[in-house]
């Protein structure tokens, strides 16, 4: 039998979601995602941050090794910043979308000019992909050095942010930036564009068929997610480097990267990246969906 409509995308041009329900659902949505996939996080950063061809070691050799030396716990090496960082990611991005697709919705009609609901969301995908960004780097730095240890002891998030502010100050927090900001804001502008498309289509199979896809949110998400990172993936290599290694640009960072390894150095561990990033995507926008749902409902009970 025929659904009365495709359900409702909570994303799409112009959708009518309060920063209340989207700081709410994007907070849950980024804290269930993480501590999913915490463990291939991890293991993705290990594969980007290694220096030469020499020591080069395949993804199934970095998470034996891993356990090996360090122990199953060292797969949420890192975690507790990363938490803070995705609980924040996802609250700043969310929040900053809705807020952005409402008031761009607005201009439109107040200017009387219209733009394609895919670039509108590519666009307000940006701009939330810039608030995140700055709201949440300097935990995003603390992550990967955290997961970039192989010391047994594990470092406490305060003691790393205290060597790292006697060494570089308070910029240090913000080292590798401005390969950050390019590489995040093109992949949130291009992640939203995407899903956009993604729901756009699972809606004409629904007109013409009668069939709604299962879990389209998250299988949109998965689509979504793989798109923006197969595009976007040599900047956040780059991004890592500059992270680790302040002392160079990141001019200086990948002309040496390229000297050493070709343009696939770019590439070392993209497919661990997507084994992490696009299942967190799926996740993340189907946990955000169903917040806003969920919390509406909710409020409807009390009333």
Not at 80 to 105: C, D, K, M, W
Not at 267 to 277: A, D, H, I, Q, W
């Amino acid at each position: 039998m025929k659904q009365a409509s495709p359900r409702e995308d909570h994303l799409s041009k112009g959708s009518d979601v309060s920063p209340a329900e989207s700081l709410v659902a994007g907070s849950i949505s980024g804290a269930v995602a993480r501590a999913i996939t915490a463990p291939m996080d991890t293991i993705k950063i290990r594969l980007q941050l290694q220096h030469s061809q020499k020591q080069h070691i395949s993804g199934s050799q970095t998470v034996m090794n891993l356990l090996k030396k360090e122990g199953i716990k060292a797969l949420w090496k890192g975690n507790v910043p990363a938490e803070i960082l995705y609980i924040l990611y996802g609250a700043s991005q969310f929040t900053s979308y809705s807020y952005l697709n409402t008031h761009l919705r607005e201009l439109q009609n107040s200017w009387s000019f219209n733009i394609s609901p895919s670039f509108h969301t590519f666009i307000v995908g940006c701009g939330a992909g810039l608030t995140s960004t700055v709201v949440t780097y300097p935990f995003d730095l603390l992550r990967t050095r955290l997961a970039a240890s192989e010391a047994k002891n594990f470092l406490s998030m305060t003691k790393v942010a205290k060597h790292l502010h006697e060494e570089k100050g308070i910029l240090g927090f913000f080292a590798g930036i401005r390969p950050s900001l390019l590489s995040i804001i093109a992949s949130s502008g291009l992640f939203f564009w995407s899903y956009s498309l993604a729901r756009a289509a699972t809606n004409r199979i629904y007109d013409k068929f009668g069939f709604q896809v299962w879990g389209v949110e998250a299988v949109c998400g998965f689509t979504a997610g793989t798109t923006a990172k197969g595009i976007t993936f040599p900047l956040d290599t780059l991004r890592k480097r500059m992270q680790m290694d302040s002392s160079r640009s990141g001019l200086q960072l990948f002309l040496t990267n390229l000297r050493q390894h070709g343009i696939l150095g770019f590439y070392r561990g993209f497919l661990v990246s997507l084994m992490k990033s696009a299942p967190s995507s799926a996740i993340s926008v189907f946990v955000y969906e169903y917040s806003i749902n969920f919390t509406r409902k909710a409020r409807l009970l009390v009333q």
